[in-house]
């Protein structure tokens, strides 16, 4: 696995030799602000326009996971004036673009179309008024599969009548999805049961209640443990996993790190490539489209990968329905 | 004198041609159909292998992934899935191992049979075709079964339809083989024994100039022949007597007065007499008439829908109202060129009107098959109008001119016939054509049977005006002549036209778009529209039996009105494929019941006294059928295009009640009046 | 009764007739099987296409681009393995280029136009479509199969022998029966003719009631020609001067 660092310039550089010399103009320029380094999000936003043979000028630049680096990088994209200002992940982007209705035009980023990469939630987060109508020059995509969706792939596999849901309540993201989560069950039918991981004296969570809440879950008679797009549960996804085998309950996660690098039942996953591809996708619009940002709604993928630990299902002895092997990956 | 003899070759003809057709048409179709049941299965078993494949798969991945066989959810549920929105699929059934069935999911479950591993993958049943696919890794023993059924319902839903298109053929191939029979035989032996009848009779009768036709090489010809060489004989006879009596005379005056009272007996036998031309049977005229009316109603069952594609093509806003001008622009260009045609009879002669007819009809179907806008479909509409309009006016000219005295009625009843049965073969076997070669090719198939018409009139029908033939009138003299007689009036506007009117309307524009929409297919279209003319045949000799023997004819008309007008009001109460073909059917009972009674109606609303004589009446009653013709699709395409289908049909059988009952009430109030003012009844 | 006869128009009609009628029931027939069978092939191959097509899509949700799809070459193989009327099975991109293609010499190519039309949808004789559509809707790519008629048409000669080997049997019986029943038929009529003829050649012999009116008028016309011949020619052999004969 090469550094992000020379990879991102083995892209511009492959990019730049491919990229043949347009008589009318030179190809559009895209400046790449990323969080923590290339990944295969930035591989399918590359490889889209390889794919549709269209040039490209991509100047990558890595903030490291360090926010303090974002003015600097705001003030060269003024100076550099790109065509098309990319993004990736929900900090960073609310740094660069700061909220749809409270942006500062010293601080923030304004004047250049903007598309966001691998980011949750951009309307809770305010980095776009609506989905369908962002309310400012900024488009882009989101990589969890809306949570109707998501309880309907739970279904799919087994119907449930009640869910048990542990989150990390220090994060918002997560607790904005259980809320939700919750309000969807009720107009079902079903019940959530929420289980906030309890938070130490220090203010952060305690891992070593997880096995106390799963066993909980398994009181309340849940028939599905739901696992949100969570820091917290994803630093402890071994302990997570295994314990909810043990007390058999099934999981499901909206992110494959609970499927594919746990023991996690099933999941309802973006592949980062196909995010990376469809935000191209917008970009293009942009770009060649000359559509405005703005009126391009902000959208997740129409089709995601179930994804199915087989080992998981055997030893829980719970068995995906056949018309849903049709369309799964197993894991 | 000769008719018993004829009459039974005829009907011993007919026998034999009808059954031999009958049973040829039953064994081919037999054969045909066993043929392809024999090479449709393995195209089937291979159907049911691809789907197979395909619904398989995810439980070959089940399997390759270690879940048991019993264990596995949603089977049923997932072909359930499959089956959704698939036809022809009679079941999936997954069998364990030995071949027990696990799971069964679709319509015909339940007529699975179980069947052991070692049994052949594919297996006819009763109600479908099972195939078998294996389950598990290929190099062990199959862990588990798949079987597909192909139902077989489809495919004998199609074998159905073909039965159907098959009887078709028959009905029309023996109404072709009597048609046929009737015109060979007419011209081979009837024609020419009353010829040589007629003939022989003025020989004996001491006319000697007459001779036969005697370039036939049978009978006919052999028998024209002894005729003639009779005639010769005699006639030398006759000029040996001469010879004779001027020797006798040559030996003085007393010896010529003898010869001379000789001669006076002779001669008083022997006179001369006008040589009566031979004169074709009226079979002449109506071959060629039942083929070009077929010819022309081969398309009835699709114009409205060809018209209706061809203006949507066009992007014209309201398609259905060019289809209906399509169909009113034909009985328009038949009405107008109908006094002309019949001037052109008088004057010219009907082989040269229906010369000219079929030419002009030949290419208004040419220009049907070829019309890509609606409005070249119309203009070649137009054409076979007009062509339509001569054809029919000649042929009955030349039926008229040829009739037996006293036997006229007969003898148009004989035209109305051959019209009627022409219509019914042509609409019934057009719409099998079409389905299968297309409605354009089928319009070509008109323009050739007008070819064979042209060649039959070019041999059968004799040149030169016949004399008794009258110039027919000026429209608006027809006119002022009809408005003189009130119950004519009555019968025209309250019976005749509204008639015409649901004919066009009902039957010709909204039955075939209704049952298309239907989903059926055109053959079968074709088969319902037929039933018109098919239920109309019997109910004009029914109506024409009633009517002269008992008092009911006028109720008849008015009766049946309403009659009508209630069928139309069937689709309300029963689905529409079952109320379409009754109501198409009883419209053809009901119209046909009050065909004779409305002619005789006519007869007796003639005031000849004031020159509305019955045939003047006739002609007008038939001009204004036709203006019901022309308006009927036009009112149904409004009516569709503003109400929809159900009640536009329901609105043509207010109109045709409505109209009957008025009718009566207005025939109530006349009979009611009448003694009154003592105009005899 | 010698010569030719009305009978034989006849029975050649009626031949013809019987001729045609079947002719026309085995055209239909056929014409109908036909199109039975181009349909089920057509339901086949959408079943093969839309498979094949799912299994590109399922690569594509892998993250994979199209032209990376693994084991893409092996998925247009196996779908033409699937139907031997297959000849031919191909992938190309959104912009027309052959990405996968059991013709391997072709990849890299671009679409014939025939080809691209098929793939932008238009129905093209021979060519089954198929997209193949990624995780946001866009069409990547067209599935592309292409199929013979060959067993299509294989089954409609095999159905053509099987109608027509019945058909020429079933006329080799009826034609020539209905032409002996139609002489058969005829022989009265002949008969009649004959009779007629017989009476106006002044045969002599007995009339048959049908034509004995016009024997006796015939007779009589004769007999009053030879009465006037006879008396002439008695005049003529009168000595001159003498007025009646003795």
Redesign the interface.
Known sequence: MMPASRRALLATAGLGLAAPALATGRPPRILMILFRGWE?ACD?FR??FA???MPVDLVVRDVAQDLSRVPALVREARTMRPDLVYLWGTTLTMAVLGPWDAHDPDRHLSGIPAVFNIVTDPVGNRIVRSRAAPGRPVTGTEYIAPVAVQVEAIAAY?PFRRIAAPFNPLEQNSARVVEEMGQLLAARGAALQKLPVPVRADGRPDPSAIPALLREARAGGAEWLYIPPDTFLNDHRALLTQTAIAEGLPTFSASERFVAFADGLAGLV?????VG??TA?KAEQILTGGRDPGSIPV?T?????YQIR?ET??LL?A?????????A??V | MTAPVIRRLVATLVAVSVAMLLACVALVSAAALSAFEREVRPALEQEAAALGGVVA???E??IS???PLD?????A??FE?VLAGRQGVAWLVLAGADGTPMVRAGPRAEAFEPAPPEGAAARRLDAAYDTRLRLGPVAEAPRAFLHVGMSRAPLEAAIADTRWDVLIVMLVGAILAIELLRYVLERAVTGPLAAADRLAARLAAGDLAVTADDAAPDEAGRLARLANALARRLADRRARLEWLAQEVASGGAAAARGAAAVLARVAARFGMGAAEPAMPGAATARLPLFLFVAAEQLSTSFIPLLGRDLARAGGAADPGMLAAVAIAAFVTAVALATPPGGRMAARRGPRATILAGGVIAALGFLGAALATTIWGFILARILCGVGYALVSIACQAQMVAVAPRGRLAGTLGGFTGAVMTGAVCGTAIGAVLADRIGQGPTFLVSAAMVGLVLLLALRGFPRGAPATLAMPLGLAQEARLALRAPAFLALLLLAAVPAKLVLTGFVFYLAPIALNDLGLSQSAVGRYVMLYGFCMLPAIALGGWIADRTRLGPALIWGAAVANGIALALPFAAPLELALPVAIAITGLAQGLAAAPMLAAVAAAARPEEGATAPVLLAFLRLGERFGSMLGPFAAAALLAGAGMGQALAAIGVVSAATGVVYALAMLLRRAVRPAIGVPA | MRGSSFASRVALLLALLLVLACALVAVLNYLKFERLLVAQQARVLGIIAADAAEGF??G????????GVPGGQALVERALASDPDLHRALVA???GRILFDTERGRIGEDLPPALAAAAGGAATAGWRAAPI??????T?GTLLLGHARDSIRARLDAIALGMLRPTLLVLGVAVPLVVLLTFLAARPVRRHFDAFGQVLARGGGGAPPAFAALDASLAETEALLDGAERDLEALVALPPGQETPA
Request: glycine share 10%; proline share 8%; hydrophobic share 40%.
């Open positions: 295969e399918g490889d889209y794919a549709r043979r087994r973006s592949r980062y490539t196909s591809a469809f996708f959208e993928l129409t089709r995601f990968s087989m299902a055997r002895g068995y995906p329905p056949v018309g849903l092997l049709r369309i990956e197993p | 798969a995810p439980i991945t089940a992934l270690g879940v264990a596995l959810p949603g089977v549920a997932y899935t | 899509e399922r594509i949700n892998l993250g994979v681009r199209l032209p991109d959104a912009r559509v990624n995780g946001f809707g866009q990547e």
